[in-house]
């Protein structure tokens, strides 16, 4: 049984009975109070309205007579299903919104999903398991940074693994990057300006701009973005992938990464945002380390993510914080509670600790390259293709596709035929200048390798039905 709570105006134009039927029949109505649901009884509601109990009946009543509300015998009120109360009345009282269902895609080259075949689910249940067994220590309060043995787990595989120089109280647990850029705002303050690669990672984007920042998208090189732009544009931050730059897969060199670091190191409030993507998948050459790694001076602020070397539905990410940063932190963050539940963190510390993440790590590099390879090879028979790059790293291709066709045509066309497409036009900041052949971003994380051969003649069908159509015109 549900409680209602309503207002009441004694002194209104409308009756109090009138008063509680259109608070309960608009409630049902916008599905506030759903189908099957039991009412208070009138003696409960009557009491808790502080009305007469005849009262509260003719509202009752009014609402079974309309169809809202059914009487069970010996048991009370409970409210229909007003379907047909919708379809009887005007479209313009009475229909209910309609809610958009997701498309189900043949393909989907979604250069952000992962493949979650292999993952060791069993390891993960008995941790959890295990976890849970653990009661009162899950109850109690955490700490705001993140729990120390996730932290831990962290601060070991960053130095490890991508060579960042941190300790423990230096890292920040958060459910995604945007939520840790949104702390970040609040220890280096209002009114930064900001650059960041064009075409990148657009909620970044989205989110310096919720900050009201001042943002830049300047264009790149073949060696990452404009030291010469960044200079001309004097900003206070500047937001970087430099080991696999989202979405053109550029790995920044190190007189590049030296230059940033200098021009950070000539300002005390100046800092680069080390965004870094996709940096556990490479397939050729040596791992790249990070660009924090050879920061003397605290001035860059590393980010990164579980979403891509576990799932993306964790949502769990870090942020390693420069020392120098870390009392303003404390007092402009340092209330605030984690917003990662506590079991999802001590489960994924022990995941890492007990050596699980790493022998997945390990796993998943080789079926990734392996479906890098066979894409990498289906991709090169078509006519279509004139260019592949950004290739040897993460988990997608760019591909110049050689057609008069344009990105948006290739996308729509894609999804009327169950093919879902992404062009590299939408990961601009503004609009994309000197455009020449229409890009794709062609992902290959989810699908199955016996299946790409179908998959890519799928994007070759959709090609040729736009040129026909075209030649139609």
Known sequence: MIEIMMELKPDGKRALYEQIYEYIRNEIADGKISQGEKLPSTRLL??????????????????????????????????CDIMDIYKAGSSEEAEPVAVEEKKEYRYDFSPYMVDLK???????????????????KLFRAGNASGEEALRREVTRYLHQARGVNCELGQVVIGAGNEYLLLLLAQILGPDQKVVMENPTYLQA??????????????PMDKDGISFQEVQKHEPDIVYTMPSHQYPL??????????ELLGWAAAHPERYIIEDDHDSEFRYKGK??????GNDKTGSVIYLGTFSKSIAPALRISYMVLPKRLLKKYHENCGFYASTVAKVQQEVLARFMREGYFERHLNRMRGIYRAKHDRMSQELKKQTWVHKIYGDNAGLHFLVEVETKASEEELVETGKAHGIRLYGLSANYIGKREGRGWPTLLIGYGSLPEDE????????TDVIKQIEEKNKKI
């Open 452 to 459: 790409m051969k179908e998959s890519v003649r799928c994007i």
């Open 205 to 218: 984007y989205r989110t310096f701009c919720n900050m009201h920042y001042t943002v830049f998208g300047v």
């Open 287 to 292: 791992p790249i380390p990070s660009l924090q």
């Open 118 to 136: 292999y993952f060791p689910y069993n390891a993960w249940r008995k941790i959890n398991k295990n976890v849970l067994l653990e009661e009162e």
């Open 249 to 258: 897969g550029i790995v920044m060199p190190l007189k590049r990464r030296m």
């Open 46 to 79: 009557a009491g808790n309205l502080s009305v007469s109990r005849s009262t509260v009946e003719l509202a009752y009543e009014q609402l079974v007579s309309e169809g809202y509300v059914e009487t069970r015998p010996c048991s009370g009120y409970y409210v």
